[in-house]
């Protein structure tokens, strides 16, 4: 048996934008800044799926800005905050992805920013008291903190940070890599400046995302050479992945429902399981607690076969990580683990699931743990 188990890395595109995207390669290939018919075409397309995107958020189309994913729409973000708004100070997280931590790190060390970083609770919770003081110390801030955590799932109270920056004059940015499609978004009441989007994550296609920019916040062009999405990002636009972007979401916010509570139930059921099978296991973050639906971060118990868990698990055709996508082939650990001071001795698993799993491959998977941390029971 195969199980895909790696849902944060990415999702498996559904076939219906599949359909969606192969319509739009195969009949309307114009250049959608080109003033003819054939161009004029796809630019209508562009812009339905740009409305479409708005309406579930709601927000105004012109706030949507299609991008290569939420790498470059955290980038962005970060960068011409510093850039076009007088950003002096950042105040993040020592467990924020590393499109966001890297690219803040690259600035303070030019001297361009100074970097502050947020206290992180025992669970992986932002230490919103903390945030407080941080924002009451420095003026022209940026506030860059993840919504949901890709490694351990903890969810962040978005609306409190978002009041807290209004009230403190500070810019939030959030990346939502992680949430959009799995959770509902109202722009016109959360307090955020910039959100960035992947449609990878909510099985769209791979290349593709956007950002959001608060009509009040606005920057320039991060990538400069062309007129494309209003003067904001140079480069033909991504036309299939937009269309495939726009269909993926729409799937996503109409089973929403369906979905987390099907996913939910997985989630449980896999923790629960766990707890039974495995004598000494833990969870690293706020797993039963205010964290992502899709994401269970496992902490086993020292064992012989250590970090071989997941190489175990691959060669019994089991995908699963041991932290963050982005962090594959390298030989440095989870610097989300690190910062929650997790027993290094103690091998953590990252299992997170999506719609297409089901109950049947959970079994399989407990199955494959119990033979290869020897815990079958013998007759």
Same mark, same amino acid.
């Given at each position: 048996?195969?199980? $895909?188990?790696?849902?944060?890395?990415?999702?498996?595109?559904?076939?219906?934008?599949?359909?969606? @995207?192969?319509? /739009?390669?195969? #009949?309307?290939?114009?250049?959608?800044?080109?003033?003819? !018919?054939?161009?004029?075409?796809?630019?209508?397309?562009?812009?339905?799926?740009?409305?479409?995107?708005?309406?579930?958020?709601?927000? &105004?189309?012109?706030?949507?800005?299609?991008?290569?994913?939420?790498?470059?729409?955290?980038? @962005?973000?970060?960068?011409?905050? /510093?850039?076009?708004?007088?950003?002096?100070? *950042?105040?993040?997280?020592? *467990? #924020? %992805?590393? &499109?966001?931590?890297?690219?803040?790190?690259?600035?303070?060390?030019?001297? =361009?920013?100074?970097?502050?970083?947020?206290? *992180?609770?025992?669970?992986?919770? *932002?230490?919103?008291?903390?945030?407080? #003081?941080?924002?009451?110390?420095?003026?022209?801030?940026?506030?860059?903190?993840?919504?949901?955590?890709? #490694?351990?799932?903890?969810?962040?109270?978005?609306?409190?940070?978002?009041?807290?920056?209004?009230?403190?004059?500070?810019?939030?940015?959030?990346?939502?890599?992680?949430?959009?499609? %799995?959770?509902?978004?109202?722009?016109?009441?959360?307090?955020?400046?910039?959100?960035?989007?992947?449609?990878? =994550?909510?099985?769209?296609?791979?290349?593709?995302?956007?950002? $959001?920019?608060?009509?009040?916040?606005?920057?320039?062009?991060?990538?400069?050479?062309? !007129?494309?999405?209003?003067?904001?990002?140079?480069?033909?636009?991504?036309? $299939?992945?937009?269309?495939?972007?726009?269909? &993926?979401?729409?799937?996503?916010?109409?089973?929403?429902?369906?979905?987390?509570?099907?996913?939910?139930?997985?989630?449980? $059921? @896999?923790?629960?399981?766990?707890?039974?099978?495995?004598?000494?296991?833990?969870?690293?973050?706020?797993?039963?607690?205010?964290?992502?639906?899709?994401?269970?971060? +496992?902490?086993?118990?020292?064992?012989?076969?250590?970090?071989?868990?997941?190489?175990?698990?691959?060669?019994?055709?089991?995908?699963?990580?041991?932290?963050?996508?982005?962090?594959?082939?390298?030989?440095?650990?989870?610097?989300?683990?690190?910062?929650?001071?997790?027993?290094?001795?103690?091998?953590?698993?990252?299992?997170?699931?999506?719609?297409?799993?089901?109950?049947?491959?959970?079994?399989? +998977?407990?199955?494959?743990?119990? =033979? @290869?941390?020897?815990?079958?029971?013998?007759?």
């Amino acid at each position: 048996m195969k199980v $895909y188990l790696d849902n944060a890395a990415t999702t498996p595109l559904d076939l219906e934008v599949a359909k969606e @995207m192969y319509k /739009v390669m195969c #009949e309307d290939f114009g250049n959608p800044s080109s003033t003819h !018919a054939h161009g004029r075409v796809v630019r209508t397309i562009i812009e339905e799926a740009r409305k479409k995107v708005a309406q579930m958020l709601n927000c &105004a189309p012109g706030e949507i800005f299609f991008t290569s994913g939420g790498t470059e729409a955290d980038n @962005m973000a970060i960068r011409k905050s /510093v850039a076009d708004k007088g950003v002096k100070n *950042i105040i993040t997280s020592a *467990i #924020e %992805h590393h &499109a966001v931590s890297h690219t803040i790190e690259e600035l303070a060390h030019q001297g =361009k920013i100074k970097m502050h970083l947020v206290d *992180i609770l025992p669970n992986g919770h *932002i230490n919103l008291a903390h945030l407080e #003081e941080l924002l009451a110390e420095n003026q022209q801030a940026l506030v860059s903190l993840m919504h949901a955590n890709n #490694e351990i799932g903890n969810l962040l109270d978005i609306e409190t940070v978002g009041n807290l920056c209004k009230q403190y004059n500070a810019l939030f940015h959030c990346d939502t890599v992680q949430t959009i499609g %799995h959770y509902p978004f109202d722009l016109q009441k959360l307090k955020v400046d910039f959100l960035a989007c992947a449609a990878h =994550k909510f099985n769209g296609p791979k290349g593709v995302g956007f950002i $959001y920019i608060h009509h009040a916040s606005q920057i320039h062009p991060f990538i400069t050479g062309g !007129a494309q999405e209003r003067n904001m990002r140079g480069g033909t636009e991504n036309v $299939y992945g937009i269309v495939g972007l726009a269909k &993926a979401m729409e799937i996503a916010y109409a089973h929403l429902e369906e979905k987390t509570t099907h996913i939910s139930d997985l989630k449980s $059921y @896999m923790t629960q399981r766990l707890k039974e099978l495995v004598p000494g296991i833990s969870f690293n973050g706020d797993a039963e607690g205010n964290s992502l639906y899709t994401v269970l971060n +496992v902490n086993f118990p020292p064992t012989p076969i250590g970090e071989m868990i997941l190489f175990k698990l691959d060669i019994a055709g089991i995908s699963a990580s041991g932290g963050s996508a982005c962090s594959s082939g390298s030989n440095v650990g989870s610097h989300v683990l690190a910062a929650l001071k997790v027993d290094p001795n103690r091998p953590s698993v990252r299992f997170s699931f999506g719609k297409q799993n089901t109950r049947q491959e959970l079994d399989y +998977v407990l199955e494959q743990l119990e =033979k @290869m941390l020897g815990l079958t029971q013998t007759a």
